[in-house]
């Protein structure tokens, strides 16, 4: 049977039942499988017969996590790794040369921007960086041997927005590939391939997950694309252990009720904030004050999970992390429990003060992951913060 909505594809899309007949999809912890006789063997490596042959190609657990967020997507075919930064570095090894150009989204996950800046170029691999804010840019940073275009959208942590369906329509006007890391929204709020990309990448690690316990990557996109990465990472090992792919998959079953949520209780601080002093703004995709405002309810179903926060400077931020008595200040996002980061002095300190500014953060920027405890609590927590 296959099913159209989002929320029975999420749990009813499943491993094939053991003789057993286990109504939970069990484990499969084994690094190999074993063949029926010498032929079999032969067949499966001569690809004559589809099966398991090595954990590092395949594992039912990691091929159920890989069915299910493809057909949650409508994507043709996936492929999964050990985290998001494997997802990405595979992906663009595998589709990347020597002399090939990327135009990227300047305002990239820190290690994104660390992979373009400093480990491709080894191997003559170039970048321009562009602003989602000026569309007209990403069409004069297209060069001849440019070969994909790859975009965070919304951003972390300035939440910018870029209109995915106009990027694709550039990206194949120009004969490019558009590559979307699709982490802040997860396939249940945005879904990139629909509106023309390429490849969807997701550090399954934050929201899909949702409970801060293991870290993933999943790469979504068509067929031949996918045999692509598939031919570069069943030998440079890359693999997602089975183990995290069962806990991930379970995870996908409550997506979308808890991302209904994250987003409701996002939008409630998001307003709070936004109507206190001493707060130079509050950036969320679904506030009307945020520029990019008609994008992202075109092409968002709800906001997300994120609330980006200006305070006045350093010391303003710090003083608020600390008040916050709930929030819990660490470096990931996308968890049950709310978190507080402070970018330019964690995920972004890498970056130069200039660079800093040129993707949004300022010294009294303050990322909020709004988690699933009572709204009511994560309020009070903002309010005795900022009190
Ligand atoms: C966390 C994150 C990544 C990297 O994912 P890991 O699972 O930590 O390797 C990539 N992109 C974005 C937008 C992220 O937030």
Not at 347 to 356: A, D, F, G, V
């Amino acid at each position: 049977m296959s099913y159209k909505n989002f929320e029975t594809i999420a749990i009813r899309i499943q491993a094939e039942r053991s003789e057993h007949k286990e109504h939970s999809v069990p484990l499969y912890m084994t690094s190999s499988y074993k063949f029926d006789d010498a032929d079999d063997m032969r067949a499966l490596f001569a690809n004559e017969k589809d099966g398991n042959i090595y954990s590092r190609y395949s594992n039912p657990n990691v091929t159920e996590l890989i069915d299910k967020m493809a057909a949650l997507e409508g994507a043709e075919a996936g492929w999964a790794t050990s985290t998001g930064m494997a997802a990405i570095f595979t992906a663009l090894a595998a589709l990347l040369g020597s002399g090939d150009h990327v135009v990227s989204s300047r305002s990239v996950f820190g290690s994104t921007h660390q992979l373009l800046n400093g480990i491709f170029p080894k191997w003559g691999i170039d970048y321009t960086y562009a602003d989602l804010d000026k569309p007209e840019d990403w069409e004069k940073a297209i060069k001849a041997n440019t070969k994909l275009l790859f975009v965070e959208t919304p951003s972390n942590p300035g939440i910018d927005i870029i209109d995915l369906k106009w990027l694709s329509e550039l990206a194949k006007s120009r004969g490019v590939l558009l590559i979307v890391d699709n982490c802040f929204a997860t396939p249940y709020l945005q879904q990139p391939i629909a509106l023309g990309a390429d490849l969807s990448i997701h550090s399954a690690t934050k929201f899909i997950d949702g409970q801060g316990r293991c870290l993933g990557g999943v790469i979504l996109g068509n067929k031949e694309l996918i045999l692509k990465i598939e031919a570069f990472a069943r030998h440079s090992g890359p693999a997602m252990s089975p183990f995290n792919a069962w806990l991930l998959s379970k995870s996908l079953e409550t997506l979308a009720v808890r991302m209904d949520r994250h987003c409701e209780n996002a939008i409630k601080v998001a307003e709070y904030l936004e109507n206190q002093a001493g707060i130079k703004a509050v950036k969320y995709p679904f506030l009307a004050s945020h520029p990019q405002y008609e994008i992202a309810k075109r092409q968002m179903k709800q906001g997300g999970g994120i609330v980006t926060l200006v305070l006045k400077d350093s010391a303003a931020a710090v003083k608020f992390m600390n008040g916050l008595k709930m929030f819990s200040i660490s470096a990931n996002l996308g968890d049950t429990r709310s978190i507080v980061t402070h970018p330019a002095t964690s995920t972004h300190s890498k970056l130069s003060e200039m660079e800093r500014l040129q993707v949004g953060i300022e010294q009294g920027t303050v990322r909020l992951s709004i988690g699933l405890e009572n709204i009511n609590d994560i309020l009070e927590d903002l309010k005795n913060a900022l009190g």
